[in-house]
């Protein structure tokens, strides 16, 4: 069981952290995801990270802004957002799967077999 929090209604160049708390000790082994969703939009592969946290992935409109980093001893991977930007604003979900992710395939979300609850991410101009 996935338990995605920490969003919430920022301005323009502001910072969030996301966190993705898990049920399983064993979520170190995973492959985790975060995507989000917009009004109307499809959801959308935003960062994601390998089993063990050695590699991380992101899609081009965060990479730098956005850092994703596991926790292994509180079965817990965390989204630094800085610099937000209006385009950012979406619902926010954790997603994980045993198997490794490439970049080629990090943002597909029918990759990703365990999904916690969104958590909604509001920035303003």
């Known amino acids: 069981q996935l338990q995605a929090s920490g969003g919430g209604s920022v301005q323009t160049g502001d910072l969030l952290r996301l966190s993705c708390a898990a049920s399983?000790?064993?979520?170190?082994?995973?492959?985790v995801g975060w995507f989000r969703q917009a009004p109307g939009k499809e959801r959308e592969g935003v960062a994601c990270?390998?089993?063990?946290?050695?590699?991380?992935y992101y899609r081009s409109s965060v990479e730098g802004r956005f850092s994703v980093s596991m926790d292994r001893a509180k079965s817990a991977v965390y989204l630094q957002m800085n610099s937000l930007k209006p385009e950012d604003t979406a619902l926010y979900y954790c997603?994980?799967?045993?198997?490794?992710?490439?970049?080629?395939?990090?943002?597909?979300?029918?990759?990703?077999?365990?999904w916690g609850q969104g958590t909604e991410v509001t920035v303003s101009s």
């Open positions: 997603a994980a799967d045993r198997r490794p992710k490439r970049y080629s395939n990090f943002n597909n979300p029918n990759l990703y077999y365990y």
């Open positions: 399983d000790p064993r979520f170190g082994d995973y492959a």
């Open positions: 990270i390998s089993p063990g946290g050695s590699v991380t």
